[in-house]
């Protein structure tokens, strides 16, 4: 069975400054996928960014980045130039490709970001 | 983008009623939906998974009779919590896989449905 770690449950940073949320994970499973999903209090689940287990290279979507360290099991996501409406529940999840999975995501417990202005 | 229609948004409703909920993809096909269960600042807890034309599969501690699934086609789940209870009250979402989109494909999300029982 996977586990999924989010050791920070609250964290805040300044309007336009950087933060780095983390995420841990544990797993026998060769080729997998990890997320990171936001939840904002309209509590609607927003995609954010995605990572293949199998790429070395580290997923970017604009603001948001990853630092996947594959040996050490972290996938922790950096957002760059925070904003206000960053605000919101911030979601690691795991997801093994295999047929037995059914393609299940496990999610950690979550890390409530806040912007201040 | 892929899109998952969750309804409805709300129910308000006496104790011992049913309340079925439903979950669409819009702009794709998916053989597997799952549900999941949240309650208020937590996690998203996985109740089941829904398989079209099959039976869905339970998660461990949920009661199959007390929250059928019916996945009929390929593009509706349905949720119905049977005899509903004060305790069954929470938020509930359902998810979706576009089924053609490759392995690497996330789940997308309904907006949920919040429950309430009187």
């Known amino acids: 069975a996977q586990t999924v770690t989010q050791s920070q449950p609250e964290m805040s940073v300044q309007e336009a400054e950087t933060v780095t949320l983390s995420c841990t994970y544990d797993?026998?499973?060769?080729?997998?996928?990890l997320f990171w999903y936001k939840q904002p209090p309209s509590r609607q689940m927003i995609l954010v960014i995605r990572?293949?287990?199998?790429?070395?290279q580290n997923a970017t979507e604009n603001r948001f980045s990853v630092n996947f360290q594959k040996a050490a099991k972290s996938f922790s996501l950096k957002i760059s130039d925070s904003q206000l409406g960053d605000t919101a529940m911030y979601f690691c999840?795991?997801?093994?490709?295999?047929?037995?999975?059914?393609?299940?995501?496990?999610f950690g417990k979550g890390t409530l970001l806040t912007v201040n202005p | 983008g892929a899109v998952v229609s969750q309804h409805p948004s709300r129910v308000i409703c006496k104790s011992g009623t049913s309340v079925k909920i439903e979950c669409r993809s819009l702009?794709?096909?998916?053989?597997?939906m799952f549900w999941y269960r949240q309650f208020p600042k937590q996690s998203l807890m996985l109740m089941a998974t829904?398989?079209?034309?099959?039976?869905?599969?339970?998660e461990q501690g949920v009661e199959k009779d007390k929250f059928l699934i019916n996945h009929a086609s390929l593009t509706l789940s349905t949720l119905t919590v049977t005899s509903a209870h004060p305790e069954d009250s929470s938020f509930y979402i359902c998810?979706?896989?576009?089924?053609?989109?490759?392995?690497?494909?996330?789940?997308?999300f309904g907006d949920g449905t919040r429950l309430s029982i009187l």
């Open positions: 998810s979706a896989r576009d089924m053609g989109g490759g392995d690497n494909q996330p789940q997308h």
């Open positions: 797993t026998s499973e060769n080729n997998y996928y």
């Open positions: 990572q293949e287990a199998y790429k070395q």
């Open positions: 999840a795991f997801m093994a490709h295999s047929g037995g999975s059914n393609y299940k995501l496990t």
């Open positions: 702009d794709f096909q998916a053989t597997t």
């Open positions: 829904s398989n079209e034309g099959s039976k869905a599969t339970y």
